[in-house]
């Protein structure tokens, strides 16, 4: 214990090592020098659901703008974090078109026919672009969590994630509170020497197979070349992959700050229990950034209501059961937001702030109501990324959704000039 410590602290016996908390005898220090002050790490996370919103009830009036706006029906259940987060209105991303892709294009704001010759193409998510600039630290550069449900039932599209990597291809990830938990706190009994072995007979095939296809390469004609290098990236990212293995490998996953879920969870407790996780991988400092696709049909079932959720979408001109349902869902989704935001307040950094402090939440869909795609409904929670809290953000209509990604990317360090469909960030967003 007399030795010099890194950032991540271990006790060792002669069977087991088990990691420390962040203890402040050990160089973690409630309140830092003024002469060498601790920076906390920033935090992103990105909340996606489908079939958009109950708009008459979800955004405050475009006549209150600012901090003394009204708070709307559907958001009363996060009335006591009314500081802490901003309604954005007038985003959008322009180049989407179908009013059933709640989250295909939420993060990326690509042109689903921008490449000739393709009938779909996406671009890189806004999470995985901060992943690259905060996840160096980290067990998992981020991670990608999913609810398994089919596109159409939730209204979230194709390819049935928020994440989509550098080359326009979404990321799989766990889909239920069992398998987030593992991927976070399972231990692994596997000896060193094996995983060691496994490892490198692992890099032995990527190897072969990279040298294989760049024998390849050169018997192939432009059109063929231009596929093998969509390859080629696919084998930097599992060579980026198989490169945090070999740092973590050896090194064991923090104890779990919360009991493993019930399997069978859906619906309602199905997201609760994805928050408590999503809060508990911050806490561990398993990963920076998170992304979650959350259900709405599993949800609705959950609450009782039997309206299918895409025909609750469409509540206008219908009987008042369906506007029922859609303000039941939207006071729902409110209240596990709001549990969300009361547990990264509860945890307390070793400075002395919260979490929340240190984290930025973006909360939203695509889809506005029904298959309206403009007025994306966006809600920004949290201090970590310098943006101004507790207020009515009314921006000109139309404004690119991407604008509003890359001024959060900014306030949480991570420099770029463009992003998406991107003209600028965006002065109204920053405290």
């Known amino acids: 214990m007399n030795t010099p410590q890194s950032r991540r602290h271990f006790l060792r016996t002669s069977s087991a090592l088990i990691a420390l908390p962040a203890l402040e005898s050990l160089g973690f220090r409630r309140f830092a020098s003024a002469a060498a002050p601790v920076q906390r790490p920033k935090r992103l996370l990105f909340l996606g659901f489908g079939w958009g919103v109950t708009q008459e009830q979800w955004y405050p009036s475009l006549d209150q703008p600012g901090a003394g706006y009204t708070l709307p029906e559907s958001l009363t259940p996060l009335a006591r974090h009314r500081k802490d987060f901003s309604i954005v209105q007038g985003l959008w991303n322009r180049h989407s078109a179908n009013g059933h892709y709640g989250s295909t294009f939420w993060l990326t704001g ?12 996406n671009s890189i998510s806004v999470d995985q672009v901060a992943a690259d600039h905060l ?6 550069d981020s991670l990608v969590l999913d609810c398994g449900a089919a596109a159409n039932p939730s209204g979230h599209g194709i390819g ?11 990321m799989a990830g766990p889909k239920n509170p069992v398998e987030a938990f593992h991927r976070l706190f399972a231990r692994d009994d596997t000896p ?13 095939v990527l190897d072969n197979a990279l040298e294989n296809a760049r024998a390849l390469q050169r018997t192939l004609g432009k059109n063929d070349n231009d596929k093998l290098d969509e390859y080629f990236q696919s084998i930097r990212d599992i060579e980026t992959r198989l490169g945090r293995e070999e740092k973590w490998i050896g090194r064991p996953k923090p104890a779990p700050p919360l ?25 561990t400092d398993s990963t920076r950034v998170i992304t979650y ?23 206008h001109g219908k009987g008042p059961e369906y506007l029922e349902a859609s303000l039941k869902r939207d006071w729902a989704q409110s209240e596990l937001l709001s549990g969300l935001l009361d547990k990264l307040k509860s945890v307390r950094e070793p400075d002395g702030s919260s979490l929340l402090d240190h984290t930025t939440v973006a909360y939203g869909s695509n889809i506005r109501t029904a298959h309206s795609l403009d007025n994306c409904p966006t809600l920004l929670a949290g201090h970590g990324a310098g943006l101004k809290m507790g207020e009515n953000i009314v921006l000109p209509k139309d404004t690119p959704l991407c604008n509003a990604w890359l001024t959060l990317l900014h306030g949480a360090g991570v420099p770029l000039e463009k992003f998406g469909d991107s003209t600028g960030t965006l002065s109204k967003l920053r405290a």
């Open 259 to 283: 009991e493993e879920p019930a399997p069978g969870l859906v619906g309602y407790e199905e997201i609760r229990l994805m928050y408590d996780l999503m809060a508990a991988a911050l806490q």
């Open 192 to 204: 060193l020497e094996l995983q060691k072995a496994l490892l490198a007979q692992r890099r032995s």
């Open 135 to 140: 996840g160096g630290d980290t067990r998992f």
């Open 110 to 121: 690509a042109n689903e026919f921008g490449e000739a010759g393709q009938s779909f193409h």
């Open 293 to 315: 696709r959350q259900p709405v049909s599993t949800l609705l079932t959950s609450l009782g209501v039997r309206i299918d959720s895409h025909t609750m979408s469409h509540y």
């Open 160 to 170: 049935l994630s928020l994440s989509w990597d550098s080359r326009g291809k979404p």
